[in-house]
């Protein structure tokens, strides 16, 4: 195979690596698109076919399979790369809607050093299981501040769960973590009725809460988080804003601890 050969070749290799790779990620344009390269890799210069070219990339591959899955670990790491610099962004442009926005709730030290933001919803197991983590964290830490920001994104039952939250959080913000703690640790599923029943046993009276349910504001807050979570990249519960990096699931009180520090030596 002389030199002009083999650089198409090459060229095609690389194009149908490109192609696999478009597949496996279920993009038919992508996978498309490459098509084209792996054509145009067959220059006439090269005086060689698309068959034969295709058939020497289809011998390569399969004799080195690990070429594809390189260059899948290549992409994924470069999504990643891409995806967390695109969050300092937001989170530097949204500080205050994500830190310190006056609908989400606060626990631990209200004036606390290091913020983490817990996005959740009510109706989340696994944000049900995580709660233990963020009690634990306050508990070991009297310098965390812990802020709660509404993400119901799992069903109706959690939208209206979120909006009784919300319109009690305005109107008893000293009790709201007990409300938290309470409906996401109960037992079954959080509807609009129990999550009202909830506020009226912490002492809210229930006709105000209604009334405080009607609060256009309160969707315009939720908005605001869903796009937020959008430009951040959160598509799922819980996830959190540690400093300048995005946290995806429950991934555990050590992980969480490990991120925190990392965000105090920041400071």
Known sequence: MNKAILLGTTGAVAALAMLAVGFAAGNPQV???????????ASPDTKIDRKEVEGIIRDYLLKNPEVLLEVQDALEAKQKEEQRIAALGVIKNAKDEIFNSTFDGIVGNPNGKVTIVEFYDYNCGFCKRAIEDMQALTKADPDLRFVLKEFPILSPDSQKASVVSMAFHLMMPEKYGAFHTALLGGQGRATESIAIKTAVSLGADEAKLREKMKDPSINEALARTYDLATKLSITGTPSYVVGNEVVFGA???DVLTEKIEAAKAAL
């Not at 996978?31 to 890799?41: F, G, N, R, S």
């Open 31 to 41: 996978a498309k698109a490459d098509t084209a390269l792996v054509a145009e890799a």
């Open 251 to 253: 991934l555990g009180k």
